[in-house]
């Protein structure tokens, strides 16, 4: 009698890196909000704390104004420089990806460092649907915001489209059809903190 035989195929687990931009002023705050202290924690080790605890290893800051003060407060981060910083997220955005590019991240989930609501727990359900052909986004009743997370194979693509203070969203509009949107408003919460008190 013949054996039988059942091949299993492997599957390589994906390699996803959390990158959390924290390189603007914050003019209307008053002071750079990577440097904001919420619940006794500063936002850019809060945010890099919502990537680690969700299970991503690999955590990339971008800084830009008062960089050497961020890095001060949270020297156990790995921070690239975005020198182009007062041109708007998009150049955070740029500078990150392609810092990335470098690395053998296959995907990447996007913090921006001025939304402390948005959880562990959320980053989990976006980086569960990471490939190197994914864009994923966060769902708020309907609407899409953070966490975002894009697959490698869309970097270029993104970094290309990216201006001023839009980040990834033209880009996204212009792949509708290709966006995951994760319902995340039970775990999570996008609201950004523009002024104090807010």
């Known amino acids: 009698m013949p054996r039988i035989v059942t091949l299993r195929r492997t599957v390589d687990p994906v390699n996803i890196a959390g990158l959390v931009l924290a390189a603007g002023a914050g003019r209307?705050?008053?002071?750079?909000?990577?440097?904001?202290?919420?619940?006794?924690?500063?936002?850019?080790?809060?945010?890099?704390?919502?990537?680690?605890?969700?299970?991503?290893?690999?955590?990339?800051?971008?800084?830009?104004?008062?960089?050497?003060?961020v890095r001060a407060i949270a020297t156990e981060l790995e921070f690239v420089e975005n020198p182009a910083w007062e041109t708007g997220m998009a150049s955070s955005l740029r500078t990150g990806l392609d810092a990335l590019t470098a690395t053998a991240a296959d995907a990447a989930?996007?913090?921006l460092v001025d939304m402390p609501g948005v959880t562990p727990a959320a980053v989990r359900r976006i980086a569960a649907f990471a490939t190197p052909e994914a864009l994923v986004t966060g769902g708020y009743a309907g609407r899409r915001s953070h966490p975002v997370l894009l697959g490698r194979d869309h970097w270029a693509g993104v970094s290309a489209t990216a201006t001023g203070d839009r980040g990834a969203r033209d880009?996204?509009?212009a792949h509708a059809a290709q966006v995951r949107v994760v319902p995340v408003d039970d775990v999570a919460d996008d609201t950004d903190m523009d002024v104090p008190g807010a």
Do not use: F, N, W
């Open 171 to 173: 880009y996204l509009r």
């Open 109 to 111: 989930v996007v913090l």
């Open 28 to 69: 209307r705050y008053g002071m750079p909000k990577a440097l904001v202290i919420h619940d006794g924690v500063p936002l850019v080790r809060r945010a890099a704390t919502a990537l680690r605890t969700a299970g991503l290893e690999q955590i990339l800051v971008v800084v830009g104004a008062q960089s050497g003060r």
